[in-house]
């Protein structure tokens, strides 16, 4: 069973092991069982804890078993899974039995052949349907209903009681909703980073001083659900995470921070979504917001300028949209010969020697990257470059420097808008 939060093991196990029996009755005992909880399956089989133990079993000379029956098919493959375990117990002499073919598989009857593709494609069916209802209505209770789905709450929240669930068998059971409602020991210092951020102060100078005030970090403050956090102290990330929540804006979010399962090397990895237009967004306000609309949307993508030690601040126009065509990093900001500026060191620092077989570092000065613009795009052009910075973010366009030409294309980690007026090539435009 895939789940133990919402399946009970005795009753998912009889009735299987039910089918089994009545699958081998009269020809053979069960003399072992092996059942895994918890483990979806789209693991391979020896990915999971009980076949894995069944499949090293059969490998055994002095195993106690000749054949191996399952209870039900979905339970057990998804996709093309049923033939290589079929093909590894066959080169073990071992007998494979379904009860839908109610005899051991042979896959040299056409029978056979068609029935496992059919068992095959159900199987992966039922996943994708299964999972698509379940997304697509989470997806509604979240933007229509405005629910809270579950999970943490965010820094500066708690739960509340928000009455009965609206299912009726839910609500029997005594199951109830929940909703966010602002925290009184953690939700002035949410409001307080926001003020702090929209003055211009750096993330930094806000993590800092949030520990040299002793105030609790997420992990501390909520040690309950957040047990698997081990550090105590603030960092920048998570004051960058406070600052990019739109749920502090008083809507509820869904979505926002997906599970890649796809692959098998991102088996159930929490991963950010490439770009908003996955989100499920509540279309009212359905909690207490802790920042207005404006100063949120006002502050997303700001960046600190620092003054110099000469009292002097250094702006960098297009700091964040230059990026490495040689080792895909972004460009550091870099002030040469009293102009503004950017460099890539490939990763290299001071602290250790450069490797000889490193690229040569990539110099690039601000004002040839702004006239180079201007004249691509002369609809979005001026004097400071404030517009065409603008342009570039609205549309997800980034510029690659390193190579032989300069490049704007789209970036990879937002989506790819289509082609429009100025951008003729759409996600490549040649400078």
């Given at each position: 069973m895939?789940t133990?939060?919402f399946?009970?093991?005795?009753?998912s196990?009889g009735?299987?092991r039910?089918?089994?029996?009545e699958?081998?009755?009269?020809?053979g005992?069960?003399?072992?069982?092996?059942f895994d909880?918890?483990?979806?399956?789209?693991?391979?089989?020896r990915e999971?804890p009980?076949?894995?133990?069944l499949?090293?079993?059969a490998?055994?000379?002095?195993?106690s078993?000749d054949?191996?029956v399952?209870?039900?098919y979905?339970?057990?493959f998804y996709?093309?899974?049923?033939?290589?375990?079929l093909?590894?117990l066959?080169e073990?002499g071992?007998?494979?039995?379904?009860?839908?073919?109610a005899?051991?598989?042979?896959?040299?009857?056409?029978?056979h052949?068609?029935?496992?593709?059919?068992?095959?494609s159900?199987?992966?069916?039922?996943?994708?349907?299964?999972?698509?209802r379940?997304?697509?209505a989470?997806?509604v209770?979240?933007?229509?209903?405005?629910?809270?789905?579950?999970?943490?709450p965010?820094?500066?929240?708690?739960?509340a009681?928000?009455g009965?669930?609206?299912?009726r068998?839910?609500a029997?059971?005594?199951r109830?909703?929940?909703r966010?409602?602002?925290?009184p020991?953690?939700?002035?210092?949410?409001?307080w980073?926001?003020q702090?951020r929209?003055?211009?102060r750096?993330?930094a100078s806000?993590?800092r001083?949030?520990?040299?005030?002793?105030?609790p970090?997420?992990?501390?403050?909520?040690?309950?659900?957040n047990?698997?956090?081990?550090?105590?102290e603030?960092?920048?990330?998570?004051?960058?995470?406070?600052?990019e929540?739109?749920?502090y804006?008083g809507?509820q979010?869904?979505?926002?921070?997906?599970?890649?399962?796809t692959?098998p090397?991102?088996?159930?990895?929490?991963?950010?979504p490439s770009?908003a237009?996955?989100?499920?967004?509540s279309?009212?306000?359905?909690?207490?917001?802790?920042?207005?609309?404006a100063?949120?949307?006002e502050?997303?993508?700001?960046?600190?300028a620092?003054?110099t030690?000469?009292?002097?601040?250094r702006t960098?126009?297009?700091?964040?949209?230059?990026?490495?065509?040689?080792?895909?990093?972004r460009?550091?900001?870099h002030?040469?010969?009293?102009?503004?500026g950017?460099?890539?060191?490939h990763?290299?620092?001071?602290?250790?020697n450069?490797?000889?077989?490193?690229?040569k570092n990539?110099y690039?000065?601000?004002d040839h990257l702004l006239?180079?613009l201007?004249?691509?795009?002369?609809?979005a052009?001026d004097?400071?470059?404030s517009?065409?910075v603008?342009y570039?973010r609205?549309?997800?366009?980034?510029?690659i420097?390193?190579?032989?030409?300069?490049?704007?294309?789209?970036c990879?980690?937002?989506r790819?808008?289509?082609?429009?007026?100025e951008?003729?090539?759409?996600?490549?435009l040649?400078l």
């Amino acid at each position: 069973m895939s789940t133990v939060e919402f399946q009970d093991r005795t009753t998912s196990l009889g009735w299987q092991r039910e089918v089994a029996e009545e699958t081998i009755r009269g020809r053979g005992v069960i003399v072992a069982e092996y059942f895994d909880e918890g483990h979806s399956r789209r693991l391979p089989w020896r990915e999971r804890p009980a076949a894995a133990q069944l499949m090293a079993a059969a490998e055994h000379p002095n195993r106690s078993f000749d054949a191996v029956v399952i209870g039900e098919y979905e339970r057990a493959f998804y996709g093309d899974q049923f033939n290589a375990v079929l093909t590894a117990l066959q080169e073990q002499g071992i007998r494979l039995w379904l009860p839908e073919a109610a005899s051991p598989v042979n896959l040299d009857d056409p029978v056979h052949r068609a029935l496992m593709l059919l068992l095959g494609s159900q199987s992966r069916r039922e996943v994708l349907r299964a999972r698509h209802r379940v997304l697509a209505a989470m997806g509604v209770q979240a933007r229509v209903q405005g629910r809270f789905l579950g999970g943490r709450p965010p820094y500066g929240y708690r739960l509340a009681d928000a009455g009965p669930h609206p299912n009726r068998a839910h609500a029997s059971w005594g199951r109830r909703l929940h909703r966010l409602e602002p925290d009184p020991a953690t939700a002035p210092w949410v409001r307080w980073i926001f003020q702090q951020r929209a003055t211009g102060r750096s993330v930094a100078s806000i993590a800092r001083e949030l520990n040299d005030r002793g105030i609790p970090c997420p992990s501390s403050a909520d040690r309950g659900r957040n047990r698997h956090r081990t550090k105590h102290e603030w960092i920048v990330r998570t004051v960058v995470g406070i600052l990019e929540n739109p749920r502090y804006t008083g809507r509820q979010v869904w979505n926002r921070h997906g599970a890649r399962t796809t692959g098998p090397a991102h088996h159930g990895v929490p991963t950010r979504p490439s770009a908003a237009r996955g989100w499920a967004k509540s279309d009212k306000v359905t909690h207490p917001a802790l920042v207005d609309e404006a100063t949120f949307l006002e502050i997303q993508g700001m960046r600190a300028a620092r003054p110099t030690q000469h009292g002097h601040t250094r702006t960098y126009v297009l700091a964040g949209l230059v990026q490495c065509q040689l080792c895909g990093r972004r460009l550091d900001s870099h002030w040469v010969n009293g102009r503004p500026g950017y460099r890539c060191r490939h990763g290299h620092t001071s602290a250790r020697n450069r490797p000889p077989e490193l690229a040569k570092n990539v110099y690039v000065r601000e004002d040839h990257l702004l006239d180079d613009l201007r004249a691509q795009f002369p609809k979005a052009g001026d004097d400071e470059g404030s517009a065409i910075v603008d342009y570039l973010r609205t549309n997800d366009l980034t510029i690659i420097c390193g190579g032989p030409t300069r490049v704007v294309k789209a970036c990879s980690s937002l989506r790819v808008r289509p082609a429009t007026d100025e951008t003729t090539e759409g996600q490549l435009l040649l400078l």
